[in-house]
Nanobody, 126 residues
Framework: QVQLVESGGGLVQAGGSLRLSCAASGRTFSIGDMGWFRQAPGKEREFVAAISWSGGATGYADSVKGRFTISRDNAKNTMYLQMNTLKPEDTAVYYC???????????????????WGEGTQVTVSS
C-alpha cells in the first residue's frame, strides 16, 4: 500500500501564492504517474495537474494553466504544486493522487489513480 499526505494549504489573499506538498510512504516503488485534484463545496472533484513518473511530462487544467506548476522529487518521494496568482475560485480541498502505473498520456480522470491523500484546504480571499 501507499500512503499520501498533503501539506501546505492555508488562507491566502487573491494574487498570493502557496506551495502544496504531497509526501508518499509505504510501497513507493510502485508509484507511477501522480496528480493533483481539487474539490470545492458542492462541486465534483476535478483534475488540476498531473506529472509523469520521470517528471518529463506534465498536464494542467485550463483554469490553472500558466499559474500552477507541478513537480516531483522521486528521491524524496514528494510531489509539489506551486500555485501563483491565486484566485477566489481556486478555493477548494486539494487532493494528491498516485497511480500504480505509468500512462502513455497524462491521466486526467479520477479513475486513473489508485491512491489518494486526505486533502488539504486552500482558501483564497478576495
Amino acid at each position: 500500500q501507499v500512503q499520501l499526505v498533503e501539506s501546505g494549504g492555508g488562507l491566502v489573499q487573491a494574487g498570493g501564492s502557496l506551495r502544496l506538498s504531497c509526501a508518499a510512504s509505504g510501497r513507493t516503488f510502485s508509484i507511477g504517474d501522480m496528480g493533483w485534484f481539487r474539490q470545492a463545496p458542492g462541486k465534483e472533484r476535478e483534475f488540476v495537474a498531473a506529472i509523469s513518473w520521470s517528471g518529463g511530462a506534465t498536464g494542467y487544467a485550463d483554469s490553472v494553466k500558466g499559474r500552477f506548476t507541478i513537480s516531483r522529487d522521486n528521491a524524496k518521494n514528494t510531489m509539489y504544486l506551486q500555485m501563483n496568482t491565486l484566485k477566489p475560485e481556486d478555493t477548494a480541498v486539494y487532493y494528491c493522487a498516485a497511480a500504480a502505473r505509468v500512462y502513455h498520456l497524462i491521466a486526467t480522470t479520477r479513475g486513473s489513480y489508485d491512491y489518494w491523500g486526505e486533502g488539504t484546504q486552500v482558501t483564497v480571499s478576495s
